[in-house]
Each structure stands twice: as C-alpha cells, then as structure tokens.
Antibody, heavy 119, light 110 residues
Framework: EVQLLESGGGLVQPGGSLRLSCAAS????????MRWVRQAPGKGLEWVSTISDSGDSTYFAESVKGRFTISRDNSKNTLYLQMNSLRAEDTAIYYCTKAEPGVYGFHIWGQGTMVTVSS | QSALTQPRSVSGSPGQSVTMSCTGT?????????VSWYQHQPGKAPKFMIYDVTKRPSGVPDRFSGSKSGNTASLTISGLQAEDEADYYC??????????FGGGTKLTVL
C-alpha cells in the first residue's frame, strides 16, 4: 500500500525555521516526482514546491521562493521541506504528495502536518 | 498566479446530479488539458478524482466526470450519494512546473 507520512510540524515564531519530513513507502520512491501542497485555515489548496525524482530539479511557488528549500534522500525514501523566515501567512496544513509518471496531477496525498507561525 | 475561481457551495439531493465549475484564464485552464479535481473530506487526505480534464484514476466511480469549455472546467457528479459530501478542488497546470488550485467548493448532500 502506498503511504506518505508527514512529520515535523508545530508552533514556530515569525522569522523562525522548521523542517518537514515525509516518509514514503509502498512504491519506488526514487522514480517519483514529489510535491508539497498546503492549506491555510479556511482557505483553498496551494501548490508549494516540486522536486524531480533525482532531486536535481526543484520548483517553488512565488510565495515561498527564496525562503523554502525542497530536498529528498532516496536512500531513506524521505522528502523534506526546509522552511526559513517563516511568516504568519505560512500557517497551514502541509501535505506531501506523489506524482504518477506521465500524469499531470497530485496522485497520492499524505494526511498532512500542521504548521503554525505565531508569537 | 491567481487562484482558480470555484463557487463556494453547491448542493443536491441523493440520486440527483450536480455540476460545479472552475474558472481560470487562457494561461491555465484554457491553455492546456491538464485540469484535475480532488475530493477532500474532513480528517482525510485529499483524493485524486479526475485528471487531464476528463480521465478517472483507477477506483474512482464513473459517476464522477469532468469537462471543459474555454477557460472553465466542470466536475459533474451523477447519482449523488451521501458519501460524496466533501470539499472539491480543481487544479490546473500552468507551465514551467507550476500549478494553481481553486478555492474549493463545498458539496452538501441534502
């Protein structure tokens, strides 16, 4: 069974940092593009970042560019999101998602991890 | 990139059909055939329901169908069931590995 399990969320002060992790299982992680999506309280979904299967290519939404970094460790089947210079508007549930090769969409989602940026 | 526009809510009775819209621009919805839809129920992970405007992933009932005309995509659910009650989000590929979602539509089954 394909599973994605996010962790690392919590309460952080504005300007602080947090690293999210996503442990993947049930599929060949090293062959899959992975993405992060977030949902702020009472708001819709927002694509945050994408990383290629090898980790060589990364992409970011304008709202997080320069502050967030995406990476992966294919030997550990784990995806990461390093979040720096956090702002109140970054408060959201962060979902790890798996792409299906050749399919334009977000195929499998984790349960999400909550990040709260507040003083 | 602005979010796609979805109605805040739609409703229908069991057995009926409902259609919800997703309006973008020629740079996203109208510019390619990479619109997808997601079902999100409270406490659950979002579920992939439609991709490439009209295609259903394995396991999604054929009561769910997608379409597009110009800059507006639509999701239709026929034979509405109580278990279909959820928030539904559309999404469009924009290009250059970027994506835009809609604000979501809350479906209420009366």
């Amino acid at each position: 069974e394909v599973q994605l399990l996010e962790s690392g969320g919590g309460l952080v002060q504005p300007g602080g940092s947090l690293r999210l992790s996503c442990a993947a299982s049930g599929f060949t992680f090293s062959r899959c593009v992975m993405r992060w999506v977030r949902q702020a309280p009472g708001k819709g979904l927002e694509w945050v970042s994408t990383i290629s299967d090898s980790g060589d290519s990364t992409y970011f939404a304008e709202s997080v560019k320069g502050r967030f970094t995406i990476s992966r460790d294919n030997s550990k089947n784990t995806l990461y999101l390093q979040m720096n210079s956090l702002r109140a508007e970054d408060t959201a549930i962060y979902y790890c998602t798996k792409a299906e090769p050749g399919v334009y969409g977000f195929h499998i989602w984790g349960q999400g991890t909550m990040v709260t940026v507040s003083s | 990139q602005s979010a796609l526009t979805q109605p805040r809510s739609v409703s229908g009775s069991p057995g009926q059909s409902v259609t919800m819209s997703c309006t973008g621009t020629s740079s996203d919805v109208g510019g390619n055939n990479y619109v997808s839809w997601y079902q999100h129920q409270p406490g659950k992970a979002p579920k992939f329901m439609i991709y490439d405007v009209t295609k259903r992933p394995s396991g999604v009932p054929d009561r769910f169908s997608g379409s597009k005309s110009g800059n507006t995509a639509s999701l239709t659910i026929s034979g509405l069931q109580a278990e279909d009650e959820a928030d539904y989000y559309c999404c469009s590929y924009v290009g250059s590995n970027t994506w835009v979602f809609g604000g979501g539509t809350k479906l209420t089954v009366l």
